[in-house]
T-cell receptor, first 115, second 116 residues
């Protein structure tokens, strides 16, 4: 079974631009969570989607948004990029998500660099 | 909200030795505790997890123990090998309701180096 895939793997943008990252979960998985990983803050939860609905959101500004499609694929968008948005963005998928604490499987991440 | 503390931040061992990484959590409602291994340029890979109704779980050279009373859990790697060198993260998830869905709270990570 194929794992979680993320595209693109690397991205370079300039301040003020916007960016869209894509995540395809493991086949059959319906929940997708997004995380930001930086050396200073570690791994931080951005948001989670299930059945095309955002069920949970972390403590990030409104510039960070996402959506999920009917095939469970998910995208996240960051508008008006700032230097501090440079990070590895990870998505994770889980199977049932009928309860908190379902096992999450991570993709390889998208490395975003903001210049 | 949940807070997870992880120690040590770096750990250096000789091949064949054991390695232990410890985490503490703050939310007594947390009931799921996974451990991830992250190699350079890759996403975190689940290596073992434990739920609050179990005190210990083993998988070959890897074991995790959970003490709910003290709110801490530990990763034990025996007979370490150079390929075990990576960054290890502990995490916790709460069963407290809507704000818990899909959310893992991570420790800061431990850089494990296994010297041949």
């Amino acid at each position: 079974k194929a794992g979680v895939t993320q595209t693109p793997r690397y991205l370079i943008k300039t301040r003020g631009q916007q960016v869209t990252l894509s995540c395809s979960p493991i086949s059959g998985h319906r929940s997708v969570s997004w995380y930001q990983q930086t050396p200073g803050q570690g791994l931080q939860f951005l948001f989670e989607y299930f059945s095309e609905t955002q069920r949970n959101k972390g403590n990030f500004p409104g510039r960070f948004s996402g959506r999920q499609f009917s095939n469970s694929r998910s995208e996240m968008n960051v508008s008006t990029l700032e230097l501090g948005d440079s990070a590895l963005y990870l998505c994770a998928s889980s199977l049932a998500a009928s309860r908190p604490g379902d096992t999450q499987y991570f993709g390889p991440g998208t490395r975003l660099t903001v210049l | 909200g949940e807070n997870v503390e992880q120690h040590p931040s770096t750990l250096s061992v000789q091949e064949g030795d054991s390695a232990v990484i410890k985490c503490t959590y703050s939310d007594s409602a947390s009931n799921y505790f996974p451990w991830y291994k992250q190699e350079l340029g890759k996403g975190p890979q689940l290596i073992i997890d434990i739920r609050s109704n179990v005190g210990e779980k083993k998988d070959q050279r890897i074991a995790v123990t959970l003490n709910k009373t003290a709110k801490h859990f530990s990763l034990h790697i025996t007979e370490t090998q150079p390929e075990d060198s990576a960054v290890y993260f502990c995490a916790a998830s709460s069963n407290a309701g809507g704000t818990s869905y899909g959310k893992l709270t991570f420790g800061q990570g431990t850089i494990l180096t296994v010297h041949p």
